[in-house]
């Protein structure tokens, strides 16, 4: 293959050929813009390196994993001991049930624990224990809301059948008639209602969660004898050291965790409270990596910090000086922000932006900058996001400003997101 | 709680209160003899010990991913090295295109590869793609045959809903003409025909594929136009160092890898040839952990392992070894054997055993004697399975057949695994 010189531009090239579409799912770079790196060589706290050596102050966090820091010793040092033990062996170690321990003496709703390696994993378990527990078919989930890539969950039709979602309907998060009606729709037939703790939808503003509409949920799921499933994949331990509707006073029946639980290690867990312990052992779902015990020695250690330390104050303390700042500049260039959802998770979108062309120019400038922004899924703080890394932010994106002014009258719609626009 | 005094009965009573049925999934014990451990505190090459510090010879090699030995350094330090560098980073390391071209080089059909991180990820991936491929919807799986625990493959049905599985159909394995009647019945609408290497169903001999069938499921694909997945998660890199059927000149569009892959490390792949390229690349499947680069160093130093060590003859070597020394210790006890499919995975039942007291009752003893082998589920042999491991094992093996031997007239059914035999 002809090199270019550039190891970026050749690395994608030799993807191409042996990787479908050059890379897929959610780390696939093709809807960004262009000066966004598809290959890192390397992380630590808050930054990545990209395989050109160039080093961006990420705001994606891995996609959520990474809670702590990139590399953060205490936790690397745990899954590393307990690796050079035993890892993957013919039977789980002791840590599966310190850690089951762990999770239920620190989640309110939990009186117990399964664990497997990524989130669909998760929530897709959730499902089936739901049936098994009610004997129904239906499962409601909010219209829009991620909750994984298996054929029920997908937001991708290729190669999915009606069958794969016969029994999974939609309501409208935060909306209680909606979900009153879908209720109603089933009646006898309700299974779980999947909510996630708040709206952290793809190319949208976030929506924080109506406690109203929260409670309305717990209440119609007693009324139906449905299960509440709150997906806390995404959210879990960046709102709160519990399950993120703790807050709100509304506790789920069951919780699915992944991402930052073991701040990068695989990891993801069911949590169930009794009401559907039988349930949850009458079921078979496995994986021959789920009792991996690196990475559970990973999980311990990370609730530990999040138990002992301020990393949760520190995190909002950060993602609000960002927000704050980022209006700021914004409105100094003469630009307006939407920074929704928690400030530990910003989605930002520009006001007067229909096409993205605004969002999309910015964190591609940014990105040129060092600063690693996502220009339409919600991004994730970490405890590593200290002032020195605030401060190489905020240069980044007042140079991504100055430049987004500049070019303001002559972007253009931007092809790749003409398919997900319409 | 009450303490007991014994590490492992005291884990058990700790589980039973936080995990459903104190342990899931295929690492749960309760199925097995009572001498069998749940819990191991360390593992080193083919040596597992458990939290009382017995030793155990290990057949099981974690059900497949320890190929090279637990904690083989060369492929501990590969990981090692990347995980201080970067793992789950917000973007892929090189490594991933590395690791699909030393795939692409070593498999004869593969032309890409996809990575994700359990086995059901890389079958249920392999499903929807031959249906996005052929915009059909039946699948064709062996009877009995595993092939992952997602709704449409687990082999236990609660929680389970008829849709789940409405477009699975099922072939006796070995019998073309089974498979012929499931393509006449589907005709049109065959997406894929899933076959594993050699029947390896719980309970029951291994049975080797018999080539011509193979060469007739390849035809019936062709003639169907559907892809043919072969299922090499439990086998693949035991039997051959390209996919499992390659030595019968039998290639499959599909090839699903999981298991030994990175010698433990959670890391699992898709493979296809060039015909699925185009619906691969337009499925949305992904997974949090998946694009981890540390499990993907591991992957690429034990693909260079497989290819550059004699670790298959050495496997191959120890296991004919030892089926031939258990045959000679079972006949001298006057018990028979029937040990079946490739002697790198042998499956160990006895002759005149219908409710599996004998098989049952002499692995409880290989237990106790330090030997780690599987009533009913096939084994795994590895690259650290020497000599000096073959000797304490035939101790061990040695010493149940006497055991059993004495015992032989007063045994009794056993009530754990009526409900399996029905």
Chains 1, 2 share one sequence.
Request: charged share 20%.
């Amino acid at each position: 293959m002809k090199q270019t010189g550039n190891r970026g531009e050749d690395l994608r090239a030799r993807a191409q050929q042996v990787i479908p579409g050059g890379m897929y799912g959610h780390q696939s770079v093709s809807l960004l813009p262009d000066s966004f790196p598809q290959f890192f060589s390397r992380a630590k706290g808050a930054r990545l390196w990209d395989v050109e050596g160039r080093e961006y102050i990420d705001y994606l966090c891995g996609y959520g994993p990474n809670l702590f820091g990139y590399g953060f010793e205490p936790i690397d040092q745990a899954a590393f001991r307990q690796q050079m033990l035993g890892d993957v062996m013919t039977g789980p170690s002791p840590l599966i049930v310190e850690l089951a321990e762990a999770f239920v003496s620190m989640i309110s709703h939990a009186d117990w624990a399964m664990f497997c390696k990524d989130g669909t994993d998760a929530t897709t378990t959730a499902m089936v224990v739901a049936r098994a527990h009610t004997g129904r078919k239906t499962i409601l989930v909010a219209r829009g809301a991620y909750h994984g890539s298996a054929p029920w969950c997908t937001p991708r039709p290729s190669g999915i059948l009606a069958e794969d979602r016969a029994h999974v309907d939609y309501y409208e998060y935060n909306d209680i008639e909606s979900l009153e009606g879908a209720c109603r729709k089933h009646r006898g037939d309700v299974a779980a209602v999947f909510a996630s703790p708040f709206r952290h939808d793809l190319l949208r503003d976030q929506t924080q969660p109506d406690p109203v509409f929260a409670r309305a949920a717990r209440r119609l799921c007693d009324e139906a004898e449905a299960l509440l499933v709150l997906d806390d994949i995404r959210a879990g331990f960046r709102l709160a050291r519990d399950s993120s509707w703790a807050t709100l006073g509304v506790q789920p029946d069951l919780s699915t965790w992944g991402k930052c639980i073991a701040n990068g290690y695989a990891l993801s867990a069911l949590l169930g409270s009794d009401v559907a312990r039988k349930a949850a052992s009458s079921v078979y779902v496995t994986g021959s990596f789920w009792f991996a015990a690196a990475a559970m020695a990973a999980g311990l250690e990370t609730l530990r910090q999040i138990r002992d330390t301020d990393y949760l104050e520190r995190i909002s303390t950060i993602g609000a000086r960002l927000r704050e700042a980022l209006h700021q500049q914004a409105t100094n260039h003469g630009f307006g922000l939407r920074q929704t959802g928690p400030v530990q998770m910003p989605q930002i979108l520009f006001e007067d932006d229909p096409d993205f062309r605004l969002g999309y120019t910015w964190t591609g400038e940014c990105a040129r900058h060092g600063a690693y922004l996502h220009p339409f899924h919600n991004m994730f703080l970490s405890a590593a996001h200290g002032p020195e890394e605030l401060t190489l932010t905020l240069e980044a994106t007042e140079a991504a400003f100055a430049s987004l002014k500049l070019r303001r009258a002559t972007l253009q719609p931007i092809p790749k997101l003409a398919g997900r626009l319409g």
